[in-house]
């Protein structure tokens, strides 16, 4: 084995040695430029280890073989801890010049193992600064054929729990491998990562050999820890992502590893938590709640016991509204979903238990944010209600066209007078049996609805001779109306819509009603009320103005609300108004059954 060992070394020291033959001083300065790289078996993968000096810059190619690709690792580097990314760094270009794509830049505040790949040539470009310290890189690089794969080489894991082995495992791990794991939990969730086995070739610094993981996502997002050899470590996410990379040399394969995660819930539930959204309530319960009533996630069930939870360090259940043995009330303006959760004794013997009978009553209803818990406990057995206010999920868009297809994302939406704009409220829900009704809609120059508005739809009613309400369907509101502008007023327009949602099973529901023409004691039933806003929405004849600073100006004046003036102004006009009291009462009299106020008027298209 060490005789193994020490050839390796041997091979691995040769090759730096071969290059820095070429390293010239010039001007004071030390460069290198060397060419690496090689058509035969044995140049088919290379090893470096760099002692670098200050000042420092040199570049060097890897030039691939034909229909092969290239990996290039920097497994272990020591730069200048204090040395900034911009005075001292490495980077990889794609290509044989410092002119071709950046793959990427690795300095000393770097916390990964830089790893790229090519498929064309590679220029690495080194540059130190002037601090006289020990700087030292290894790289390995090797060629592998393109469109080709380990077997059970990485993958996506996204269970709950899992467990993954590198290739061939407990037998022994391929050469040059380069294995990615990305394991991702559900949200709330944080990842334990365990090894129960780790038998990789040894080295103080993991160069040839190694396990990396990473907090997150990708191989960029954080190195939690760097290993190799024989040893048996744990890792903990901080997030609900992870990453693990297995990276492997030519030489000395050993039986690699194996791993198991498990999911801990993020939040500390000392009893047990809901929360409701559109379309499933979240119910968790801590396990040391349970114990406490010496009861396990073994007795657990919901109305539905096909239904089974998700088991960490809690017991997670995930209910649809409109599965799972829930069950839905509708009520006067409001609807409650509920589920049982419960705990069924071990019986001790055929005739008795000591364990007391636990029930968790699951309520959601849809009316706001907030979360209410309360829990009542008897004296033999324990009943706990847990109650939670969840929020239906609207929305409001702008569409091309009467298919509602195609939403229009540009804001402010340029618009000309009398075109047909298409709105649609769309509902995220589960349930199939829920409406939109737009029983409100109005427009206004300004985002807070101040006066002046205009009503495009009232009690359900068309108000606009060009508004056409689009009849029920499902979970969405719509309805269209031409482009028009407030007199005396800049081009913008907001529209706001007040959405009622109904059951549609419910025939004596306000949504079923339709247009109301006439104010009725409210006494039909909605589930939930809301408001939707969009805009602005502006005339195109404004847009080549809306660069200019004096027409943002205009808007900030005319959207806004005046302000008083200063001391001076206003105490000369108290003075004026002083003097024209007698004509301003006369003028007052005479108009004293006049009035102006803000009226809606058709603009002929002046296009």
Not at 275 to 294: G, H, P, Q, V
Not at 426 to 438: E, G, K, Q, Y
Not at 488 to 515: E, F, T, W
Not at 558 to 579: G, I, K
């Amino acid at each position: 084995m060490e005789a193994m060992r020490r050839l390796v070394l041997s091979a691995v020291f040769t090759v730096p040695c071969l290059a820095e033959l070429n390293w010239t001083k010039s001007e004071g300065k030390s460069s290198c430029q060397s060419s690496l790289g090689g058509s035969s078996q044995s140049d088919a993968h290379r090893a470096l280890i760099l002692q670098l000096n200050p000042n420092e810059d040199c570049t060097w190619t890897v030039e691939r073989p034909e229909n092969k690709n290239i990996r290039i690792i920097f497994s272990h580097f020591q730069l200048d801890p204090d040395g900034s990314c911009e005075s001292e760094y490495i980077k990889v270009f794609d290509g044989n010049s410092t002119n071709g794509s950046l793959l990427g830049q690795i300095c000393s505040k770097h916390d990964y193992i830089p790893v790229f790949e090519s498929s064309s040539s590679l220029m690495v470009q080194i540059i130190t600064d002037s601090v006289r310290i020990q700087r030292t890189v290894f790289i390995f690089y090797y060629f592998f054929p393109s469109g080709t794969s380990i077997p059970n080489c990485g993958g996506y894991l996204d269970s709950l729990e899992g467990s993954f082995t590198s290739p061939n495992y407990p037998n022994p791990h391929p050469e040059l491998a380069y294995c990615v794991w990305h394991i991702q939990v559900e949200k709330g969730y944080k990842i334990k990562l365990n090894f129960r086995d780790i038998f990789l070739e040894g080295d103080e610094h993991c160069r040839f050999d190694f396990i990396a993981v990473y907090d997150g996502p990708s191989t960029t997002t954080g190195l939690i820890g760097q290993v190799c050899g024989y040893v048996r470590p744990t890792f903990e996410s901080s997030s609900d992502s992870l990453t693990v990379v297995l990276s492997t040399d030519y030489a000395n394969s050993y039986r690699g590893f194996s791993a198991s995660y498990t999911s801990i819930y993020a939040e500390n539930i000392n009893t047990t938590s809901l929360t409701c959204s559109s379309d499933k309530m979240r119910a968790i319960i801590s396990k040391s709640y349970l114990e406490s009533f010496t009861y396990s996630e073994n007795n657990i069930q919901l109305n539905d016991p096909t239904c089974r939870p998700k088991i960490s360090n809690v017991v997670e259940f995930s209910i649809p509204l409109d599965g799972c043995g829930t069950i839905k009330k509708v009520e006067d303006h409001s609807v409650t979903y509920t589920n049982i959760i419960t705990l069924i004794p071990s019986p001790t013997s055929q005739v008795i238990t000591r364990q007391k009978h636990l029930q968790i009553v699951l309520k959601c209803e849809m009316e706001s944010n907030s979360t209410v818990e309360m829990m009542y406990i008897t004296e033999d057995d324990v009943i706990q209600n847990q109650s939670a206010l969840g929020k239906y999920n609207t929305s409001m868009a702008l569409f091309e066209s009467d298919s509602f297809e195609q939403p229009l994302l540009e804001s402010p939406y340029y618009v000309d007078l009398n075109q047909t704009l298409f709105v649609q409220v769309s509902l995220r829900t589960s349930d199939p049996n829920l409406v939109v009704f737009l029983d409100t809609c109005s427009a206004s120059p300004t985002p807070d609805f101040a006066s002046p508005t205009y009503d495009l739809i009232k009690r359900g009613c068309s108000q606009d001779e060009t508004c056409k309400v689009y009849p029920l369907s499902g979970h969405y509101g719509r309805f269209q109306f031409n482009a028009f502008k407030f007199l005396r007023r800049l081009g913008s327009v907001y529209l706001q819509c007040k959405i009622l949602i109904c059951d549609h099973s419910d025939h004596q529901s306000r949504c079923n009603q339709g247009c109301v023409s006439r104010r009725k004691r409210d006494i039909s039933s909605y589930k939930w009320k809301t408001d939707s806003v969009i805009g602005p929405i502006r005339l195109k004849r404004d847009r080549s103005a809306s660069g200019n600073p004096g027409f943002q100006d205009q808007i900030h004046r005319e959207e806004t609300q005046n302000q008083p003036s200063d001391s001076l102004h206003l105490f000369s006009f108290m003075v004026l108004a002083l003097n024209v009291v007698i004509v301003v009462a006369i003028i007052a009299r005479h108009f004293a059954n006049q009035r102006t106020d803000y009226k809606y008027q058709k603009l002929q298209n002046m296009n």
